[in-house]
């Protein structure tokens, strides 16, 4: 999608602090982080949400999920572990409309969120 942040960051139009990308997918540290650390996942492809998936993205999906528990082990806070959260429409908070995992870590979490 042309006007799209996050297509504009997995192309590199826009610069981000990038600490994973590969064939399918980019992750990057989040502008506002809510934790220590706060990465995000996104597919290179554009998809709106996770409400737009279907039986064809679970391979991809599971790359995304893949991706984040790769990442947490190469960063070292896998053990003391970590929170992955899919934000979807606007019940679910979500804001930027490219499907995103975000991986937050380095604090205690709550549950549920609010
Ligand atoms: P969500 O509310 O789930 O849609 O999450 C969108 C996330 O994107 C928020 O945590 C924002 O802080 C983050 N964000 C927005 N713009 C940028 C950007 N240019 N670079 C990195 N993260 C961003
Ligand atoms: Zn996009």
């Keep these: 999608m042309s006007d799209c942040l996050f297509c504009k960051i997995a192309s590199g139009e826009i610069p981000a602090t990038l600490v994973h990308e590969d064939d399918a997918c980019v992750a990057f540290n989040d502008i506002s982080p809510q934790a220590p650390i706060h990465i995000l996942i996104i597919p290179r492809v554009h998809i709106d949400s996770l409400d737009k998936t279907a039986a064809g993205d679970a391979a991809l999906m599971g790359h995304l999920l893949t991706a984040a528990a790769d990442i947490a ?40 969120p609010g």
């Design 73 to 112: 082990r190469k960063n070292g806070f896998a053990e003391n572990g970590y929170r992955v959260v899919i934000n979807t429409n606007a019940d679910g908070g979500q804001t930027v409309f490219h499907l995103h995992v975000h991986l937050l870590a380095g604090r205690t979490f709550v549950f549920p």
